[in-house]
């Protein structure tokens, strides 16, 4: 694949392809991070461990040590919440929030950092493709017809009116019930052209049998 690219972009194009490969490859592998020291893009190995267990991770260039799941420095006995406290300025200075009012927050599954400055708090990790609350990080990967806003603690906090939500269920319905109708006529096409391809057969049969005496006719005449 690396070898048809090449021959359809510039150098440039397909440097600047093979680095964001390269990264994509170790957002996604859970033995390997980068260095959170910006100046160094190291990627460091890491440990393996349970799944969602931070870990201690070493960088090989800069020698900082810091946490296989948040990228901060590391902390053994503080989880990775506690670790990172949400702060807002403010004209009297800097005021703590709660993690759920933070805005910047890691993508449950790759990590990398999402800022939300409004709208609706179903998110969508532009680097993994990952669906979730950006409320409660819930995977919403499966959940078509956002039902994850109608209780618990996110209730309504979607961020569209009742009207909104039930108007994209109706359409999603609307695609199902479409995509339904769609495979059933493929289907019954698809019968009518196996029921008819014997028939098919058997006229080709016949044809090629009248042929064949026309031409065995005519040379005997």
């Not at 393996?48 to 040590?65: A, D, F, M, N, Y």
């Not at 993508?107 to 669906?131: D, F, L, S």
């Not at 950006?134 to 806003?149: E, K, S, V």
């Amino acid at each position: 694949v690396s070898v048809n690219i090449a021959c359809l972009v510039s150098v440039d194009q397909f440097q600047l392809y093979q680095r964001l490969k390269s990264e994509r490859e170790v957002h996604l592998d859970p033995y390997r991070t980068w260095c959170p020291v910006a100046d160094c893009q190291t990627v460091c190995p890491i440990a393996s461990s349970e799944p969602g267990q931070p870990v201690l991770v070493e960088c090989p260039s800069c020698h900082l040590k810091f946490c296989s799941c948040c990228k901060d420095a590391w902390h053994a006995e503080v989880s990775c919440r506690d670790s990172q406290p949400s702060v807002l300025p403010t004209e009297h200075g800097t005021l703590f929030m709660t993690e759920a009012e933070a805005p910047i927050k890691q993508c449950p599954v790759c990590r990398v950092y999402i800022e939300r400055n409004e709208g609706c708090a179903q998110m969508m990790c532009k680097n993994c493709k990952h669906t979730f609350c950006w409320y409660c990080l819930q995977n919403l990967d499966n959940d078509i017809f956002l039902r994850h806003y109608d209780k618990g603690p996110c209730r309504n906090k979607l961020g569209h009116s009742r009207a909104s939500v039930m108007w994209n269920r109706t359409q999603v319905v609307g695609i199902l019930v479409g995509l339904g109708i769609i495979a059933l006529v493929c289907e019954s096409q698809e019968n009518v052209l196996l029921f008819q391809l014997p028939a098919s057969m058997k006229k080709c049969r016949v044809l090629a049998r009248l042929k064949s005496d026309v031409a065995t006719e005519t040379l005997g005449y």
